[in-house]
């Protein structure tokens, strides 16, 4: 009851009235802008940052696809043994998508998320950490070893993996001279394929000269040491050709050509599935049926198998019409940050 004289002023409680009420709008507004707004801006940010990777991935294969090339015996140019390969990467969205600006709060704004690179192989022939080749000439020749057990080399690679806070988890290997992307759990697709092809020539040892055909196979490996380096910012990868590249097979028919890839897991055997049936699809060679098989071992299914031969009706041809341009490329990679 107020006092005898005195009026009653409500004022004071309008203003705190209103003062709770505004308070309640900018911790409604805020909220609704941390559920929807701050994740939409931190998986675009994570999106671009993925595509940037894939570009990044591409040029990487093409710079690298550059250097063992111009090492080739047969070429006019200086090789490039020993010559250094510099790309720079940027691991996660951290730095500026992190900072505060203008009246937004650094709360406000997505979290900056970190990344590592890799390389990695294996060091025993019996190694799952990697994909491990294989490589067959005719019925007996192993290319790699003299028994068929351990005529197998691991497939050094090259990756990037995320930390993603929202978008999916992806990873970039460049692995073989080829580009993936990896789901983890998911599955792998190509993204650029290695450097195999097969196309149609003719057998000029032949009188006349009859229909074969040439596999051309480039086994471009990173046999660095592996290694792990992860954080935010620049990171440069450093590349070097370690010796001049090997080349073999060039004038030399045979029976057949045998490349296969045992992966690591089945993920990566349906990856290595898809690159030689589109191998196969696209080559330009007449009756590709006749000349190329695919197989996949229903005992081991991580076992993807490329067969080269003449096969005229299902029935193997007697004579030598399978030509291999071999080539071997192996890679020194190590990293370094930017200061």
Known sequence: ??????????????????????????????????????????????????????????????????????????????GTRGVSLSTSFDLGTGGGNTQSSGLFLSFMRPIGTAANMRTQIGTEPTDTIEDRIGLRLNEDEYYFAND?????????????????????????????????????GEGVSVKVAPPIAIYQVKNALNDPPSDAVKVSLSLVNITSPSSTVGGTGPLRVE?????????????????????????????????????????????PVSNPDEWIDIEQDNSDPRMVTLHVSHKPGGVPSPTSDVFLDLSEATLQVTFEYDE
């Open 148 to 184: 068929a057990e351990f005529n197998e080399v691991p497939v050094g690679s090259l990756s990037y993996h995320t930390d993603n806070y929202y978008w999916i988890q992806q990873n970039y290997i460049y692995k073989l001279g080829g580009v993936f992307l990896e789901q983890p």
């Open 1 to 78: 009851m107020a006092a005898p004289g005195r009026v009653r002023s409500e004022d004071a409680l309008s203003e705190i009235v209103g003062f709770v009420l505004v308070l309640a709008l900018v911790v409604v507004a805020s909220t609704l802008y941390l559920m929807y707004v701050v994740p939409a801006e931190g998986r675009e940010d994570e999106i671009t940052q993925m595509n940037e990777v894939q570009d990044r991935f591409v040029s990487y294969k093409t710079s690298v696809d550059g250097l063992w090339m111009r090492s080739l015996a047969d070429l006019s140019v200086a």
């Open 239 to 283: 590349t070097r050709l370690r010796e001049s590249v090997v080349a073999s097979y060039r004038n030399e028919p045979l029976k057949e050509v045998v490349f296969w890839v045992y992966a690591k897991d089945e993920f990566w055997a349906d990856a290595w599935l898809q690159v030689f049936h589109d191998l196969k699809r696209k080559c």
